[in-house]
């Protein structure tokens, strides 16, 4: 395997700037780790079409907006930390879609606003939720 589709990322913690749309190209990444950065802008819904991805981690960056409901085509997802970044906005219903993968959801300190969502009790497989200081009714 010598596609760039399989590489491990681990980006430098002094990257700035938006997570690029064109990252949703790579469609065989399992692992993306984006942790500590000074990353800017949303997390682009491009990152749906990543259809092996088994890691997100995008936490304590200067994220900001709503989180895109393409995160529920993320079919593989195991392990999605969000975590001290600017999200706003609920969580989309589209999570549900990641019943059967979905082990670790860390959104903790963010800007999330609305109720907790009923979809989350639909988790099957999450182990650990992560929503401290988040969720504003």
Excluded: C
Aim: charged share 15%.
């Amino acid at each position: 395997m010598t596609s760039l589709d399989t590489v491990h990322i681990v980006i430098n913690p002094e990257l700035s700037g938006p997570i690029p749309t064109e990252f949703g190209k790579l469609s065989l990444m399992r692992d993306m780790e984006l942790l500590e950065n000074a990353l800017t802008g949303t997390l682009p819904s491009e990152l749906g079409n990543m259809a092996a991805l088994e890691i997100l981690y995008t936490g304590n960056n200067m994220l900001s907006g709503t989180i895109p409901t393409e995160i529920g085509r993320l079919s593989s997802l195991i392990f999605w930390t969000s975590y001290l970044d600017n999200l706003e906005g609920p969580i989309p219903s589209e999570i549900i879609q990641l019943s059967n993968t979905l082990i670790l959801l860390r959104l903790s300190n963010n800007e999330l606003t609305g109720p907790l969502p009923s979809e989350l009790g639909a988790l099957a497989a999450l182990e650990i939720l992560d929503l401290v200081s988040s969720l504003d009714s």
